[in-house]
């Protein structure tokens, strides 16, 4: 981060947009995105009869959202074409990269993987424990494996039409690491944050928008206030750590396919089952070594010579992108 940060700063940067548009730029870019969600909801003749009738309209509304929120940052940008295609750089700027994708996306889940070493062993204990029940055995024996394959292409194919699935693991992550990672991390570099300040920064957009949920809890499933309000509150936390880790390995990629493939995962995953931990207490040296893992890797994994190291976080030299900047 701190090489990466000297880099922008000794290409002069200056500024190209007054800090305050930048930030207003951005909530603007949140607002929009949350707004288009509700947009189903208010438009009169839609089929609402089911949660998934509902799901599939916000799916819509994300995909729009992915597409109006770049156009947008990219007219906001002081962006300029020369010796690039108009096609090529737009991609560039958001860290839609074709180099370098295999190391930013098996590395990134990878990282991911370790900070979740805990609860990736309370998976594989509770899996062996299955098996054990199921065939008297500990071990893993080939009828118990074909079993188990069965079962996890089962669960694959009853995944591939959940409704819900499909938010988790797929629009969600791509629709919201587009608006909120890719579009809004130029424009706040474009107004002079340092590096440190985005990755900061960039999250509170985020996790703020997640509070509309606190409607959804309360009036669609019928939460008590209170309980929508921890749960809600839960989440902001969550969101703006995630946020801070996501923000950070798209500066230091220049791919926004890391960010995405550690949305998937961390969606996937969930929030640790520290309660469990503290109670069994042999999963508390997994999520010790996990951490110290996870934070002893996380620079250099992350470090931007393996992913191109000429490169910004756009994929393209800033003088190349935004002049003066």
Not at 278 to 289: A, C, H, S
């Amino acid at each position: 981060m701190a090489e990466a940060a000297s880099a922008v700063e000794s290409s002069g940067s200056l500024g190209c947009l007054p800090r305050p548009i930048a930030l207003a730029a951005c909530a603007a870019l949140a607002i929009l995105y949350v707004a288009l969600l509700y947009v189903p909801s208010l438009l009169p003749g839609l089929p609402r009869r089911t949660p998934r009738d509902y799901m599939l309209h916000r799916f819509v509304s994300a995909a729009v959202a992915s597409v109006i929120a770049p156009i947008l940052a990219f007219t906001i940008l002081p962006v300029r074409s020369s010796q690039k295609s108009g096609i090529h750089l737009f991609l560039k700027t958001f860290g839609l990269r074709t180099d370098y994708v295999l190391q930013a996306s098996i590395y990134s889940l990878l990282l991911t993987a370790t900070l979740y070493l805990g609860p990736l062993t309370m998976e594989i204990s509770d899996i062996l424990h299955v098996w054990k029940e199921e065939t008297g055995i500990a071990s893993i024996g080939g009828d118990t494996l074909a079993s188990t394959c069965s079962r996890i292409f089962a669960e694959a194919k009853r995944l591939t039409l959940d409704v819900f699935a499909w938010r988790n693991y797929v629009v969600a992550p791509i629709s919201e690491e587009l608006v909120f990672r890719a579009c809004m991390t130029p424009i706040l570099l474009c107004g002079s944050f340092s590096l440190t300040l985005v990755v900061f920064i960039s999250p509170t957009f985020f996790s703020s928008a997640h509070i509309h949920h606190f409607v959804e809890l309360v009036y669609l499933r019928k939460y008590q206030k209170y309980r929508a309000a921890l749960s809600v509150g839960i989440q902001l936390c969550y969101t703006t750590v995630f946020g801070w880790y996501a923000t950070f390995l798209y500066l230091r990629t220049g791919h926004l396919i890391s960010a995405i493939i550690a949305h998937i995962f961390c969606n996937f995953m969930g929030l640790p089952d520290l309660s469990r931990a503290l109670r069994e207490k042999v999963f508390i040296g997994p999520y010790i070594i996990g951490l110290i893992s996870f934070f002893s890797l996380l620079g250099p994994i992350s470090d931007p010579r393996l992913y191109g190291s000429h490169l910004n976080h756009c994929g393209c030299r800033f003088e190349e992108c935004w002049p003066n900047c």
